[in-house]
């Protein structure tokens, strides 16, 4: 195993154990599964059931352990497997993910490349667009377009709850479309002003005044100098930020009512269902230490200097 392999084991091992102490520390579940009315005797059966009458690194190690093999546990409320209400979820938020992302690279690295590059009334309208949409909190955004678009224009549904009634995210496009853009609408323009910082700078330098002197087009100058060099942050930031949208769609699916994943963490932590909701903040976790770790990787080939 390489360093950069046992730095995920060791960041992924310290995550789940302050994953599992934060979410262990809060009150008694036995007592708060089962109400006020439980007698001792089932709130020792409950404790006994689930383990929690073992002391916390055994009990810590046990969940380790059984989440390395895929047993997740099982939950507090209904006792059914946890990946079994986590799973329908998280395949319907993973689209709604790739779409945002997908969006948010589509807008902003192009409008970037055009503010950085052209500036004048171009860049200044892009900046003051930019920075009003970001002034905007995500669920007044999400509300205004569901007004605009669903209320009065009756483009998309009101109702994003029908994403979990059919057989495949491309037959509810529609219930994804307005979740995925007011998720994408503040990383659009974080990497749009990221982007057009970089080629701004990037711009700037010898070699790209070089290009455009021996007579190159901007086109190309910007494709082939500008966009690689001035790609590498921009390539972290989104990366990142496909981990960020997983743990991030809260606001967004409470807004339109759709049934993923950031919807059932809400309703997990409102149940006090703590399997559960450890196992969605280990997923997400997981999958930004990866991300991460890919992103950097990602990086390092972009960049020749770090590549050499």
Do not use: C
Not at 103 to 127: E, N, W
Not at 155 to 184: D, I, R
């Amino acid at each position: 195993m390489g360093s950069a392999g046992v730095k995920l084991v060791v960041t992924l091992l310290a995550v789940s154990a302050l994953v599992f102490a934060l979410t262990e520390a809060p009150g008694d579940p036995a007592k708060r599964t089962l109400g006020a009315g439980a007698t001792p005797t089932q709130l020792a059966l409950f404790r006994h059931e689930y383990g929690l009458d073992k002391p916390f690194l055994t009990r810590y190690a046990d969940w380790l352990g059984n989440a390395v093999q895929g047993d997740l546990g099982r939950t507090y409320v209904t006792n059914v497997p946890v990946w079994s209400v986590i799973r329908p979820r998280l395949t319907r938020s993973l689209p709604l993910v790739a779409m945002a992302w997908l969006l948010m690279a589509l807008v902003g690295i192009p409008l970037g490349l055009l503010a950085g590059l052209r500036g004048g009334r171009i860049d200044a309208a892009l900046s003051a667009g930019s920075l009003g949409l970001v002034a905007v909190p995500e669920f007044v955004a999400g509300t205004l377009l569901l007004a605009l678009f669903a209320v009065r224009l009756h483009w998309v549904p009101a109702n994003s709850a029908q994403a979990g009634l059919v057989s495949s995210p491309l037959h509810a496009l529609p219930a994804y479309l307005l979740p995925a853009v007011t998720v994408a609408l503040v990383g659009a323009v974080h990497t749009m002003r990221l982007t057009r910082a970089n080629a701004r700078d990037v711009a700037a330098q010898p070699y790209v005044r070089a290009a455009t002197l021996r007579g190159l087009s901007p086109r190309r100058t910007a494709l082939r100098h500008v966009l690689p060099n001035a790609a590498p942050p921009v390539v972290s930031s989104l990366a990142l930020r496909i981990a960020a949208l997983l743990g991030g769609m809260v606001v967004a699916e409470s807004v339109f009512g759709f049934p993923g994943l950031g919807q059932l963490l809400v309703e997990s932590a409102q149940s006090g269902d703590v399997p559960v909701v450890q196992a969605i903040v280990l997923i997400v976790a997981a999958a930004y230490v990866v991300v991460n770790l890919l992103a950097d990787t990602v990086v390092g080939r972009l960049t020749p200097r770090r590549r050499a």
